[in-house]
């Protein structure tokens, strides 16, 4: 099935509206649909790593939009900074992990891309799995983050997520289709960058 053949709803090709364009984010309308675009083109993308002791690498930070401290993989925009502007997703995957977790890849891996919140935003999310890690640095983040380094054994991950779920932490939902990835890999076909 061609999912380009298949009905659209009668607003879907309205024109656009401005509603609101701030730094990061901005607010459009589209007939009725209202939602966000942020404003670096090349989306995020979240990393999939695992320490050479088999321990999956979660980060903690407290995130202001929901007001609770959450548990996430490492994450980041792709070229989000005027110096950044042209990197790709794989370049900006291994430079996240390094600035937020410590850890430098020899090799990342293209797995899947899609939408973060389709009724919601256009953002776009790439999931890179990062090969080879060494530990090079603290980790935490830039100097605008406070960044905490979770290594959970693999085979403790879910529980521990759900463990954490129960003593109130906020769990991002994609990491448990980042887990699923770890455990049966991504698309046949692999886009690989070598570091």
């Given at each position: ?7 659209t ?8 509206e401005?509603?609101?364009q701030?730094?990061w984010l ?5 007939g ?17 790593a ?6 999956v ?9 929901i007001l ?11 070229g ?29 891996d ?7 919140s389709?009724g ?8 890179a ?6 530990k090079?640095?603290?980790g935490?983040g ?32 994609k ?21």
């Amino acid at each position: 099935m061609n999912p380009d053949t298949l009905p659209t709803p009668p607003d879907a090709h309205a024109p656009v509206e401005t509603l609101y364009q701030g730094r990061w984010l901005t607010l459009r309308q589209r007939g009725r649909w209202e939602y966000v675009e942020r404003n670096n083109p090349g989306g995020a993308v979240i990393i999939l790593a695992v320490t050479p002791q088999d321990r999956v690498l979660f980060v903690e930070q407290y995130r202001v939009p929901i007001l609770q401290r959450t548990i996430e993989m490492p994450a980041g925009l792709v070229g989000d900074l005027a110096e950044q502007a042209d990197e790709g997703a794989l370049i900006a995957a291994a430079r996240e992990l390094e600035e937020e977790t410590g850890y430098r890849c020899g090799r990342m891996d293209f797995i899947h891309e899609g939408p973060s919140s389709s009724g919601m935003s256009t953002e776009m999310i790439a999931f890179a799995r990062a090969w080879e890690l060494e530990k090079v640095g603290p980790g935490g983040g830039d100097e605008s983050e406070d960044i905490i380094v979770h290594e959970v054994p693999r085979a403790e991950a879910g529980a521990w997520l759900f463990a954490r779920a129960a003593e109130g932490y906020s769990i991002d939902p994609k990491l448990f289709a980042g887990l699923w990835f770890l455990e049966h890999g991504g698309q046949a076909e692999h886009i690989t960058h070598e570091m």
